[in-house]
């Protein structure tokens, strides 16, 4: 029998700041992100948790493939998107508060250093735990307010490492116990709550707490245009700072790759 996703608990949980959340967990879908945005073109706007046991073509950031994982039947990841309509003043900085939001709901001491790799990846050792993918659709109808989906993939149980330059990490290698519904449980409502906080004050609540998990501050970082520099954290507004022999470069797009520098040891 299928483990239990709690669809009453969160739905009941976040009842207070988004009233009328949909909870719908599906076996299997091409993308829950796409799923949503495809209902956000068709005018359809309400705020809706779409949770999928297997995705089939998960998308990341960049257009990269995010594939699901299964583990004797159960979902070995947990694969979801959160979609509701927003109208921050400025949206620069979104997916860093989301990443906060995710990694101090999954390690709230931060004990266990999951770290947070601008703009939008959890990592652990400096491996990858999970992703965050944000998009955006226009409304039909004219209003201000834009429909906002905030995809996550989080990995549960243990990832294959095949065609991947470094292994990924897996929340059951410190929490043997974990499952996905459980998770998802436990990350959504303090996540609804930030992103309405951000909706309200933007990235300046949550910079302080990105920069305590910020796994490249100080450490030196290659640009996928082949720039090299030290990376000087975040400034207010979510945008990356590294440091180059030319001065200090500001990185805003979230279509420039960012990695740690190899070592020449």
């Not at 945005?37 to 990269?64: D, I």
């Not at 101090?104 to 790799?117: G, H, M």
């Not at 429909?147 to 095949?162: D, F, Q």
């Amino acid at each position: 029998m299928a483990a239990p996703w709690f669809e009453d608990d969160i739905a009941a949980a976040v009842a207070p700041l988004l009233p009328g959340l949909a909870v719908e967990v599906v076996d299997e879908i091409d993308s829950t992100s796409s799923e949503l945005m495809r209902r956000a073109r068709e005018g359809r706007a309400q705020p809706v948790l779409l949770v999928a046991r297997r995705q089939t073509a998960g998308r990341g950031r960049m257009g990269r493939a995010w594939q699901s994982a299964q583990d004797a039947g159960e979902p070995a990841s947990l694969t979801f998107s959160l979609g509701l309509p927003l109208m921050p003043r400025d949206w620069s900085g979104l997916s860093l508060a989301v990443g906060v939001s995710v990694a101090e709901s999954l390690d709230p001491s931060n004990q266990l250093r999951v770290a947070l790799k601008w703009p939008n990846d959890l990592w652990v050792e400096d491996r990858k735990l999970g992703g965050i993918l944000i998009e955006t659709a226009l409304p039909q109808d004219g209003a201000a307010e834009r429909y906002l989906v905030i995809g996550i993939g989080i990995n549960i149980g243990a990832r294959e490492a095949t065609g991947m330059s470094t292994p990924p990490a897996w929340l059951a290698q410190w929490r043997p116990d974990a499952s996905a519904p459980q998770v998802l449980r436990e990350i959504v409502p303090p996540l609804v709550a930030h992103v309405l906080l951000f909706g309200e004050r933007g990235f300046v609540p949550f910079a302080e707490r990105f920069a305590a998990r910020d796994t490249l501050s100080g450490r030196e970082v290659q640009l996928s245009d082949g720039t090299t520099g030290r990376c000087a954290g975040v400034g207010w507004g979510g945008e990356l700072l590294v440091q180059t022999p030319t001065g200090v470069k500001t990185i805003t797009s979230a279509e420039v790759s960012v990695r740690p520098a190899p070592s020449n040891g």
